[in-house]
Nanobody, 123 residues
Framework: QVQLVESGGGLVQAGESLRLSCAAS?????????MGWFRQAPGKSREFVAAISWSGSNTRYADSVKGRFSISIDNTKNTMYLQMNSLRPEDTAVYYC???????????????WGQGTQVTVSS
């Protein structure tokens, strides 16, 4: 059973940066799969943030984070990262990582989900 554990969330001021990590364990990931980040703000539905292929050669971002967030992956450590720069109050949310293990696609939908990490950006 694949397990995903997020870390790196916290409270920052607008304009500052955070780096989230997502460590995957419990399975072998196929070369055609991938991982992604989603977020859910209070009172809102979960939304896509970014995705990356297992090789790291393909990435995709939501328009709201393009140019500010950067997704990366270290497949030797089974760990994905989300570097978040120029954070805004509207980035406040619980951030979730997700992954495909058997499904041969690096894009959503994903088979496995983490528990989430809180990111709060104060103005």
């Amino acid at each position: 059973q694949v397990q995903l554990v997020e870390s790196g969330g916290g409270l920052v001021q607008a304009g500052e940066s955070l780096r989230l990590s997502c460590a995957a364990s419990g399975g072998t990931f196929n070369a055609y799969g991938g991982m992604g980040w989603f977020r859910q703000a209070p009172g809102k539905s979960r939304e896509f943030v970014a995705a990356i292929s297992w090789s790291g050669s393909n990435t995709r971002y939501a328009d709201s984070v393009k140019g500010r967030f950067s997704i990366s992956i270290d497949n030797t450590k089974n760990t994905m990262y989300l570097q978040m720069n120029s954070l805004r109050p509207e980035d406040t949310a619980v951030y979730y990582c997700a992954a495909n293990q058997r499904r041969r696609d690096w894009l959503p939908p994903y088979e496995y989900w983490g528990q989430g990490t809180q990111v709060t950006v104060s103005s």
